[in-house]
């Protein structure tokens, strides 16, 4: 199967900066990786998604970035807000990574 | 359309025990998925079902199963429960394909004494 892999694992950043988190996976044939959001207590929420055939794509202030050669992409967040601060989880196919806890502080 | 549901939301049961789980998709998606998150391990995939077939598994012991109705509403059954297997247990919808977003249920939370 696929193996995702992400990070950090924590993330702290004041108000006003970007945050940049990092995705590697293993199955050279996904095409697809979302993005989710899950804040606290509540279900995953998909904030961006990016297919193969493009290598960046853009949603106000979220990015999203792939290298299919490298095996990886990441999530840009600019302009950080507090209600920004939540868990945020990577994907490819059925598999997750880890999850970055994101703590903007005002 | 209405969202991903699932019931219970809450359970409690106790070890060697046996626990059925449903999950009904949004209408007119086809793909039902199955997660179980910790707060260690993450989202771990457990099986997706497909047109009432399983059509791909994660890395979960036979303890851990499911099936899927005709009208795309799936169940998860985990048998002979163990302490470790406390979690929320996630279920994720989508349209038909295997690279698609995925539309989560709030989750039944289950704990096992």
């Known amino acids: 199967g696929e193996n995702v892999e992400q990070h950090p694992s924590t993330l702290s950043v004041q108000e006003g900066d970007s945050a940049v988190i990092k995705c590697t996976y293993s199955d050279s044939a996904s095409n697809y990786f979302p993005w989710y959001k899950q804040e606290l207590g509540k279900r995953p929420q998909l904030i961006i998604d990016?297919?193969?055939?493009?290598g960046e794509k853009k949603d106000q202030r979220i990015a999203v970035t792939l290298n299919k050669t490298a095996k990886h992409f990441s999530l840009h967040i600019t302009e950080t807000q507090p209600e920004d601060s939540a868990v945020y989880f990577c994907?490819?196919?059925?598999?997750f990574g880890s999850g970055t806890k994101l703590n903007v502080k005002p | 359309k209405a969202g991903v549901t699932q019931t219970p939301r809450y359970l409690i049961k106790t070890r060697g025990q046996q626990v059925t789980l449903s999950c009904s998709p949004i209408?007119?998606?086809?793909?039902v998925s199955w997660y179980q998150q910790t707060p260690g391990q993450g989202l771990q995939f457990l099986f997706e079902?497909?047109?009432?077939?399983?059509?791909n598994k994660g890395n979960f012991p036979g303890r851990f199963s499911g099936r899927q109705f005709s009208n795309s509403r799936s169940e998860m059954n985990v048998s002979t429960l163990e302490l470790g297997d406390s979690a929320l247990y996630l279920c994720a919808s989508s349209d038909s394909g295997l690279e698609e977003t995925q539309y989560f249920g709030p989750g039944t939370r289950l704990l096992v004494l």
């Open positions: 209408s007119g998606h086809r793909s």
């Open positions: 079902y497909f047109s009432e077939t399983q059509r």
């Open positions: 990016i297919r193969s055939n493009v």
């Open positions: 994907a490819a196919k059925f598999y």
